[in-house]
């Protein structure tokens, strides 16, 4: 799966748990965007999480 570029966020595993305490396994996927932003001076296209674009620690490209 994908990962945020900036923070390297990815896919987090775990267990869904029924009220009848039925165990299945499921996934929980980062709120990824794929973005303009600024990398080494020049305008590339780069997936990122959105908590990463809204603290400020990418500079988009307009």
Known sequence: MAKCAICDKGV?????LSHSHIRTK???HP???RVK??????PKRIMVCTR??????VQRAI
Request: proline letters at 0%.
């Open 12 to 16: 987090t595993v775990g267990i869904k």
């Open 26 to 28: 499921r996934t929980w």
């Open 31 to 33: 709120n990824l965007q």
């Open 37 to 42: 932003a600024i990398v080494d001076g020049s």
């Open 52 to 57: 990463c674009l809204r603290s400020g620690k």
